[in-house]
């Protein structure tokens, strides 16, 4: 089957089942890889997947046509990640910023030897709160506004978990031997 995105959206809304396995396989990648920044392991990112296409496929006849379709995809899953992160964390600490006593990092050019896979590879040990603010935050474009609003926290802890994240992944990378420790580094 050889589909436009129009034409195969005009079927997934029919509930075609061909059609809906091949946007499955189509976003497959690109999907699993957002889950991935968002689970705690590939089984709960692959969940978390499931649950999103699921939500996609439910709610496709409310896609106006409107706007990218990819981006109207993205935008379920991260609520899907959100609401897994809510249902899975209920007893989860948040710091308030006021209570510490971190420095900001200035901005400087990132050095060339620092790869992406390290980058990825740290971001994934950090923490899942602080991994989910600073996927929100630096990754997805969301305000600490719109982060309190979708996790249930003060922007205040959206702020010092996004500060204390930055704070992790620096001494992680610099522990890798990746950033050199009197460059600061905005992460």
Request: aromatic share 10%; with cysteine; hydrophobic share 35%.
């Amino acid at each position: 089957m050889n589909l436009t995105e129009e034409e195969l959206i005009r079927l997934c809304k029919n509930n075609n089942a061909k059609a809906q396995k091949l946007l499955f396989n189509k976003y497959y990648g690109l999907l699993l890889g957002i889950c991935v920044r968002y689970g705690k392991s590939k089984a709960e990112a692959e969940d978390i997947l499931q649950t999103g296409m699921l939500r996609i496929f439910k709610h496709i006849g409310s896609y106006s046509g409107k706007g990218s379709f990819e981006g109207w995809m993205k935008r379920i899953v991260v609520n899907v990640a959100i609401d897994n992160f809510r249902k899975n964390n209920k007893h989860y600490y948040y710091y308030d910023i006021d209570e510490l006593n971190g420095e900001p990092y200035l901005v400087s050019d990132i050095p060339d030897n620092l790869e992406v896979k390290d980058i990825l590879k740290t971001i994934h040990q950090l923490p899942h709160g602080y991994r989910m603010v600073f996927n929100l935050f630096a990754i997805e474009g969301y305000s600490h506004k719109e982060i309190a609003l979708r996790m249930g926290i003060s922007e205040n802890t959206s702020k010092t978990q996004l500060l204390k994240a930055r704070k992790s992944l620096r001494k992680k990378l610099m522990r890798l031997n990746k950033l050199p420790q009197h460059k600061k580094v905005e992460i």
